[in-house]
């Protein structure tokens, strides 16, 4: 009950583009007890059906920049290769660890948008 749960709120936020497979590898390792290395592979499996549904969605909304997609499509798969090569050889600690910083940096970067941004609507009142 709790992976159909998870899937479909990680789909949501997938499909909203902020990164739903954050949430599924928190969920799955956190309070699934999935061994790190397994939970991203997980969420890589889960990434093709949920961007392929969010793609067709963007196209129907003509919200694609082809060439820009296309440049980091090509680029980011290079990237995909060479992150998946290292992840699998490091160990389960420190992949934790690099999820965990990387959660903070995003969460950081989030706080500080929203400060700005009330910033922004308290001057104009």
């Known amino acids: ?10 789909g949501i936020v997938s ?11 928190l969920v ?7 061994e790190q290395h397994t939970a991203q592979a997980t969420n890589l499996i889960f990434f093709v ?5 969010a793609i067709i969605v963007a196209i129907r909304e ?5 060439k820009i997609g296309i440049t ?3 680029t980011g798969t290079l990237g995909a290769f060479i992150g998946a090569s290292i992840s699998t050889r490091m160990k389960v600690e ?3 660890k690099c999820f965990g910083g990387f959660l903070a940096i995003i969460a950081i970067y ?3 948008s929203l400060i700005k941004e009330y910033k922004l609507f308290t001057k104009k009142e």
């Open 1 to 10: 009950m709790w992976e159909m749960i998870t899937g479909f709120v990680s």
């Open 15 to 25: 499909g909203t583009g902020m990164g739903g497979g954050t949430i599924l590898i």
């Open 28 to 34: 799955l390792s956190v309070f699934l007890g999935i």
């Open 49 to 53: 059906p949920t961007s392929i549904t």
């Open 62 to 66: 003509k919200l694609i920049e082809w």
């Open 72 to 74: 980091i499509a090509i």
């Open 94 to 96: 420190i992949l934790k």
């Open 110 to 112: 989030e706080i500080y």
